[in-house]
């Protein structure tokens, strides 16, 4: 199996998860993956995305020209390629509309990942990028600043993005992502949280980074 067909259906897969685990609808979210420096695989634009394969799966370049496709690439296109262009350490973009994480981006709250270890490791602090519009140069640019910062990142007024060095662990962070925002929605209705310590939280950074280095390996 190439890489291109191995990505694709690993697109198709990740977003049919999105979607049933409730973390976005039918129209709404999309995938991609990094092939090489100069391709991405992509999820289409006006394909209900519970139903997508592989052959759904749009390949394009890095100006976002698409390449034997049957459908229309994502309208976020432009934000995926300037998150790959930002971050070239990045190989998977998982962008959807979990409801709690949203609701977090519609208001003035953050969502503290210090309340649990699994939650500080795997997503560090979330960056909240500007509002602009869906689809637009603005949401892309936007959007690839944030990442310079983070592999979480809040959508204002919109969604979520999360980015990995695969696929599994981009798809994982959202995941986490919501879960750590339920956690902390309910937390704060149940009053006096009790986050992790600026030390716990430093000794958990430290700890990861030299996990991931060694598992790298």
């Keep these: 199996m190439t890489k291109a067909i ?3 259906a690993d697109v198709a897969a990740y977003m049919q998860r999105l ?21 991405i695989a992509i999820t289409p634009s006006g394909v209900d995305k519970s139903f997508l394969t592989s052959d759904d ?8 020209k698409a390449i034997k496709a049957k459908h229309k690439a994502s309208m ?22 979990p409801p709690y994480a949203t609701a977090f981006s519609t208001t003035n709250h ?32 936007s959007a690839g600043k944030a990442s310079l910062k983070t592999n979480t990142i809040l959508l204002s007024n919109h969604g979520a993005i999360t980015l990995g060095t695969n696929i599994f662990e981009a798809y994982n962070r959202m995941e986490v992502l919501e879960a750590a925002a339920h956690v902390c929605y309910i ?10 310590s600026s030390k716990q939280t430093k000794d958990i950074d430290t700890f990861f980074k030299s996990y991931s280095k060694k598992t790298a390996k």
Excluded: F, W
């Design 6 to 8: 191995q990505a694709k």
């Design 19 to 39: 979607y049933n685990k409730g973390l976005t609808t039918c129209s709404g979210g999309n995938i991609s993956i990094r092939l090489s420096k100069n391709q």
């Design 57 to 64: 799966i749009i390949i394009c370049d890095m100006s976002g």
């Design 76 to 97: 976020e296109t432009a934000m995926h390629l300037a998150i790959y262009k930002a971050r070239p350490d990045v190989h998977a973009v998982v962008h959807a509309h």
């Design 110 to 141: 953050e969502i503290n990942t210090a309340l649990t270890g699994e939650t500080r490791a795997l997503l560090g602090k979330p960056e909240t990028a500007t509002y602009a519009c869906m689809g637009s140069s603005k949401l892309a640019e």
């Design 187 to 196: 937390s704060k209705m149940l009053g006096k949280e009790k986050p992790l």
